[in-house]
């Protein structure tokens, strides 16, 4: 019983360090998620690929940073007709009918163009290759609060 009781004890300790590790993120990890969105630098060569017309053309992700198109703030936009989503964690995760995205959700969304159904992206919205290490930054940036 006794022992019982603090194994307990040492998994609730465990458990609460990892949630800890987790949430609280490096500031420099959210300053190079950021650099890779407004800018299209990470710490490797990013490149995005795009459908223009009947071709398919891969470009270094700084001619084409997630910001041109969901803005600097992060909070969508609209042109000619085309809208680049409100990018909030908060939107992205909370009362969607297309279904909440998890950080897993979101790697597929950027790297293969599809939302958490399974659903197939517009084209309008690049597909992204890039490193592990910059997914995580930009990934860790996009979770981040701004609100
Ligand atoms: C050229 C404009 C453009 C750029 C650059 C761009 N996006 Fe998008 N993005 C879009 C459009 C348009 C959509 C909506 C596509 C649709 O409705 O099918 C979209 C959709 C998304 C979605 C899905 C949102 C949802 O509600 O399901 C995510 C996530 C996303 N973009 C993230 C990014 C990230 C991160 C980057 C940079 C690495 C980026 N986008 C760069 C235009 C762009």
């Known amino acids: 019983?006794?022992?019982?009781?603090?194994?307990?004890?040492?998994?609730?300790?465990?458990?609460?360090?990892?949630?800890?590790?987790?949430?609280?993120?490096?500031?420099?990890?959210?300053?190079?998620?950021?650099?890779?969105?407004?800018e299209g630098?990470?710490?490797?060569?990013?490149?995005a690929t795009m459908t223009v017309g009947e071709q398919i053309v891969e470009?270094?992700?700084?001619a084409l940073p997630c910001a041109g198109c969901h803005g600097a703030d992060r909070l969508g936009r609209?042109?000619?007709g085309v809208t680049a989503p409100d990018l909030r964690w908060s939107v992205l995760t909370e009362g969607r009918t297309a279904g909440a995205y998890t950080r897993a959700a979101l790697v597929r969304a950027i790297s293969t163009g599809v939302d958490p159904q399974g659903k197939e992206l517009g084209v309008s919205m690049p597909r992204y290759r890039m490193s592990q290490q910059d997914m995580l930054d930009l990934v860790?940036?996009?979770?981040?609060?701004?609100?």
């Open 1 to 38: 019983m006794h022992f019982y009781r603090i194994k307990t004890l040492s998994l609730l300790t465990l458990s609460a360090f990892s949630a800890s590790t987790l949430s609280v993120a490096d500031p420099l990890q959210l300053q190079r998620g950021q650099q890779l969105y407004q």
């Open 41 to 47: 630098m990470g710490t490797a060569q990013v490149m």
């Open 59 to 62: 470009v270094p992700a700084e």
């Open 78 to 80: 609209s042109e000619d």
């Open 140 to 147: 860790a940036y996009l979770t981040s609060t701004t609100e």
